[in-house]
């Protein structure tokens, strides 16, 4: 019993014995917490699929930059459009229409105006972020008298708001439909009715949906006359509608005179290019010419913001 030797073996075994049992517990751990990521992911074997049916692209890409802040706030942006599009998708088609523009603007203009139509690629693509999220916002804008008249239908009938928001979101259509869907199922899980309207309004922020928003929170802490106050709500979100559609017809040209400056600009390139073959390459060839491009280009985006901002009218 008191052999050294004897004692050393045995607590060598132990020791390995203790060892192997962690390495397989932690190599089970892993490969549980793996199988969970893969399954919320949407990472599991086979082709993802979207509620549309339509596979899903750039899956590693997606997973690696979701990892990342780039990818985060790109998939926030996105969250705001309605686009059925994940982080990676949309990387990857911007990198692709950044590639295509430089090549046709150093093969076609000069090799000087490739980097040039790269950083017009990425600029684009925030345009366009930037206008489908305003487009679903006016989107939503417009449904909200049929959901304050809908929740004052509901309260009318003795609906908690909960359930009137859940009810709104089955009868309405996109996007007002799946916003609220989105706020019925945060207030499933057990979050306040206050947190899920105040991320509802900073998802889609506007005048009416604000006023809405504290319509609905003031009522649910304080309680009092909530059917009066959405049905006079309803009356003037309508109005609200009509004069926002008025304001935006009377300045659809100013609009279109904001987009078609810089596309007489591009033009007179071509045309200068095509008359007169490697023009604008012998004109770019000198820091002079460069200097001068680039503060052609720097006016004429400064004149397309200062047209967009004055035809910019809030209502």
Known sequence: MNDPALLTLGATILTGTFAVAGVLAYASGRAQ?????????????????????????????????????????????????????????FLVYVTAVVVVLWLIAASTLAPFFGPIAGLVGVWSAAIFLNWQRQRRIEAFINQLPDVARLLANAAAAGLALRTALAM???????????????????LTLGRSVDDA?????????????????????????????????????????????????????????????????PLLGLGSLILVNSSNDGALARVTGSPLGQGLVLLALGLYTVGFFVIRRLGKIEV
């Open 168 to 186: 709104a979101a089955e009868e309405l259509e996109a996007p007002a439909g799946e916003e609220l869907a989105r706020v019925a199922d945060q």
């Open 33 to 89: 917490r793996q199988a969970l990521v893969d399954r919320l992911s949407g990472s599991a074997p086979g082709p993802i699929r979207t509620a549309a049916g339509r596979v899903r692209r750039f899956v590693g890409v997606d997973r690696r930059l979701r990892r990342t802040r780039l990818g985060r706030t790109i998939q926030l942006r996105l969250s705001a459009t309605g686009l059925d599009l994940t982080a990676g998708e």
């Open 197 to 261: 309207l105040d991320e509802l309004a900073e998802r889609l922020p506007s005048r009416e949906l604000i006023v809405l928003v504290t319509t609905l929170v003031l009522a649910n802490k304080a309680g009092g006359s909530v059917v009066s106050s959405l049905r006079n709500l309803t009356h003037t979100l309508e109005d609200r509608k009509e004069t926002r559609r008025e304001v935006r017809t009377m300045l659809s040209e100013v609009n279109a005179t904001a987009f078609t400056v």
